[in-house]
């Protein structure tokens, strides 16, 4: 926890604050057809750099009298979404080669277009299976690849006839890439560690919801076990997937800038994951005993108050660096106390971490040329092993490339055939939607759907409203600044405002046209495309995740009776195993989770097999919870005698039978023997929480795997929990 300073809040902090929490509140009431959202992971850095880059384009255009320039902002806008995170070497190749790339299959495409229609065909069942296929080297190649193949379909349909018009146009709009990319690493550089303290920024916002989110459970009536199985799925996952990419953040930073900053970030980091262990006992805590808490308010104001100052801790690492990560402020630790005293449980919360014990695997960024070209061998060579691989139908990549490429074409033939106006807009839609599997694309085509309706009507009245060039990129910035800052937050807004967006600098270049078609044929286009990729990827060769929830299921329960059982063997200490325990077991439940959410959005059905197994993977949250209030809790001086420690060994002893036992009855798919009897001497409250909750499990895997659903069994389940 970093130490906060002590000057007065200023007024943006307070207006830091007041977004927080209206961020907070759109999230929770988003409607449901916004599968992502979340408005703390917005960048307004990214989104003015973009919007500098493109519209500096169309005013250069405007004073020039070159309408083309719409594609040297266009090409702009395109490089600065192909910016890779990490070092300035990343950044510089994820740039450049898109640029490059984009430039000579885009300018074969159009090439190719002006030869005829099959020719354009070709090309585009080319470039759009080349594009999906670049999802096998990784992410980072994924988005040049699919950014490329997006220019490639898009310059299709505007068609070349000649060597001047070509190099004309494409010089154009390389123009732009290069500007992009110069402003972005020689301009308007990135400080080396601003993703990093960003990403421990989103860590300490997330830790503030989850404490927000947990005050309003207490403070609620009528809250029920579902309730906080959702509490701690959606904030437990959520704060372990920011821990992880600040990890990876930090690890992308080259050595050689190193120093303070880095130890700073890294102390704050341990002290997350200290704050999350914390916040994760007392959910615990507040669910098991939320009936026995004697002043229910108090502990709702203390929660609302850690939420706060976790908030502001958050705002202090992305602003500078801080000295003296490693102690807990005055007030923390006094929040901390009254709210272990108001719970009625001695919860330990102390940053013990140091920097030495978060492994992070460092990226080389000043590489002697020998080892840089090893290492650019190396990468070939593994880029080889994939491409290898993949090179088999069975291979998930290779059908995705596949059926990207026919439905690309079939759309880009179709709207060659109705002589539906502005046409790219459906292939593109169809490339940007088509993903993987079942499970991933149908969600991506109902927010680029929705998006694309609400973004219509928004271009349409910025047409009917604005004519004039200069005003058009008045309005055009803005909507830039915008998209760029929203496409990690929610791809519904990023849709929403890339519709406008297009449709303006589109308009640009053919200045003839009226705005108000164009947002309709735009509207229309994406309606197609979500329609086309929606029957394709159901159609061709669908490819659906492995049917493997039975091994992550077996992987969560393993994970988090592991914890359970050492949390309850542990007698003080260090507890850099314990921690490294509870990180492997929140990993295994958010691998487990979203097996099963796939496997439901694929089947798009629900079933009482389904509820089960929720109901299971809420129980191992429960179960990891209870093991970090018995961790905690061994501060415990009033619990720590001989006589609990020996009714700890033997519920530990208990625990690892019963795991075994649970992991054959997964591994078999089919009820095994009962579990053994548990322990009959007198336990303590974590102690018999734990007994409970591994029982109730147990109950609840049987009935999973039995395959059939029994209704009088799950209604007593129900009732236990």
């Known amino acids: 926890m970093p130490r906060l300073s002590r000057r007065p809040p200023l007024a943006g902090s307070r207006l830091r604050h007041a977004y927080l929490l209206i961020a907070d509140y759109l999230t929770r009431h988003r409607p449901v057809w916004m599968v992502s959202f979340s408005l703390t992971d917005a960048s307004l850095s990214e989104g003015l750099r973009a919007a500098c880059a493109a519209t500096s384009?169309?005013?250069?255009?405007?004073?020039?009298?070159?309408?083309?320039?719409?594609?040297?902002?266009?090409?702009?806008?395109?490089?600065?979404?192909?910016?890779?995170?990490?070092?300035?070497?990343?950044?510089?190749?994820?740039?450049?080669?898109?640029?490059?790339?984009?430039?000579?299959?885009g300018g074969l495409?159009?090439?190719?277009?002006?030869?005829?229609?099959?020719?354009?065909?070709?090309?585009?069942?080319i470039f759009a299976a080349g594009g999906a296929l670049g999802r096998i080297w990784g992410p980072a190649v994924a988005q040049i690849a699919i950014l490329s193949a997006t220019a490639c379909v898009v310059m299709v349909d505007h068609p070349l006839h000649g060597l001047a018009d070509g190099v004309s146009?494409?010089?154009?709009?390389?123009?732009?890439?290069?500007?992009?990319?110069?402003?972005?690493?020689a301009v308007w550089r990135?400080?080396?560690?601003?993703?990093?303290?960003?990403?421990?920024?989103?860590?300490?916002?997330?830790?503030?919801?989850?404490?927000?989110?947990?005050?309003?459970?207490?403070?609620?009536?009528?809250?029920?076990?579902?309730?906080?199985?959702?509490?701690?799925?959606?904030?437990?996952?959520?704060?372990?997937?920011?821990?992880?990419?600040?990890?990876?953040?930090?690890?992308?930073?080259?050595?050689?800038?190193?120093?303070?900053?880095?130890?700073?970030?890294?102390?704050?980091?341990?002290?997350?994951?200290q704050v999350f262990a914390?916040?994760?006992?007392?959910?615990?805590?507040?669910?098991?005993?939320?009936?026995?808490?004697?002043?229910?308010?108090?502990?709702?104001?203390?929660?609302?108050?850690?939420?706060?100052?976790?908030?502001?801790?958050?705002?202090?690492?992305?602003?500078?660096?801080?000295?003296?990560?490693?102690?807990?402020?005055?007030?923390?630790?006094r929040l901390t106390r009254r709210l272990e005293a108001e719970l009625g449980e001695p919860l330990a919360a102390s940053a013990s971490m140091r920097p030495v014990d978060l492994e992070l695997d460092l990226d080389t960024d000043t590489a002697s040329p020998e080892e840089l070209g090893r290492a650019l061998r190396e990468a070939w060579g593994r880029a080889r092993a994939v491409a290898r691989a993949n090179l088999d139908w069975h291979s998930i990549g290779l059908r995705h490339a596949a059926r990207t490429g026919v439905a690309t074409t079939f759309g880009f033939l179709a709207v060659r055939a109705l002589h539906v106006p502005f046409g790219y807009w459906a292939t593109m839609a169809i490339l940007l939607i088509m993903q993987p599997s079942i499970a991933t694309s149908w969600p991506r085509s109902l927010e680029r759907a929705a998006g694309s309706v609400a973004g219509g009507v928004v271009a349409a009245a910025i047409g009917l409203a604005i004519h004039s060039p200069i005003g058009v990129s008045v309005v055009v910035f803005p909507l830039v600044v915008a998209t760029m800052a929203f496409r990690s937050a929610s791809y519904s807004l990023f849709v929403f405002f890339l519709t406008p967006t297009f449709v303006l600098v589109a308009g640009f270049a053919t200045p003839s046209a009226h705005e108000l078609g164009y947002a309709l044929a735009r509207l229309g286009n994406n309606v197609l495309g979500c329609v086309i990729a929606f029957a394709a990827t159901f159609l061709l060769w669908p490819s659906r995740g492995p049917d493997n929830f039975h091994e992550q299921l077996g992987e969560a329960l393993a994970a988090n009776l592991d914890y359970l059982a050492r949390a309850l063997r542990y007698t003080g200490g260090a507890a850099r195993d314990l921690e490294r325990l509870r990180r492997i077991a929140g990993l295994a439940s958010n691998r487990a989770e979203e097996s099963l959410q796939r496997m439901r959005l694929e089947a798009i059905r629900h079933s009482g097999g389904h509820w089960l197994a929720l109901t299971a993977l809420a129980l191992c949250r429960r179960v990891a919870g209870t093991a970090t209030r018995a961790r905690l809790g061994v501060a415990r001086g009033a619990e720590a005698n001989e006589q609990g420690d020996a009714a700890g060994s033997l519920t530990a002893a208990w625990v690892d039978a019963a795991r075994a036992q649970l992991l054959s009855t997964v591994c078999m798919q089919r009820p095994s023997s009962p579990l053994p009897a548990a322990p009959e001497c007198t336990l303590s409250l974590v102690e018999a929480d734990a007994t409970h909750q591994v029982q109730l499990l147990a109950t609840v895997v049987e009935q999973y795997v039995s395959g059939g659903v029994d209704t009088p069994a799950t209604e007593a389940i129900a009732s236990r929990l």
């Open 57 to 105: 384009m169309l005013v250069l255009g405007d004073v020039l009298h070159q309408p083309d320039f719409a594609w040297a902002a266009i090409g702009a806008f395109w490089t600065c979404l192909a910016d890779a995170a990490g070092s300035n070497r990343m950044r510089f190749a994820s740039m450049a080669g898109f640029a490059l790339l984009s430039t000579v299959c």
């Open 190 to 273: 990135i400080h080396p560690f601003a993703p990093s303290r960003a990403a421990a920024q989103r860590v300490y916002v997330r830790l503030a919801d989850a404490c927000r989110d947990c005050a309003r459970l207490v403070r609620r009536e009528g809250v029920d076990f579902g309730d906080w199985s959702r509490h701690g799925a959606h904030h437990r996952s959520q704060i372990r997937e920011a821990i992880e990419l600040t990890r990876a953040a930090l690890a992308k930073v080259p050595p050689s800038k190193s120093g303070e900053m880095r130890a700073s970030l890294l102390i704050g980091l341990a002290d997350a994951e």
């Open 109 to 125: 495409a159009a090439y190719a277009s002006g030869l005829g229609v099959t020719a354009a065909a070709i090309a585009v069942l």
């Open 278 to 333: 914390f916040l994760i006992a007392v959910a615990d805590a507040c669910e098991r005993r939320r009936r026995e808490l004697p002043e229910p308010r108090r502990v709702v104001r203390i929660l609302f108050a850690l939420a706060e100052l976790l908030d502001a801790s958050g705002r202090e690492i992305e602003a500078a660096p801080i000295a003296q990560l490693s102690r807990l402020h005055g007030r923390f630790a």
């Open 169 to 185: 146009l494409m010089g154009v709009y390389l123009a732009g890439c290069v500007w992009a990319t110069a402003l972005s690493l």
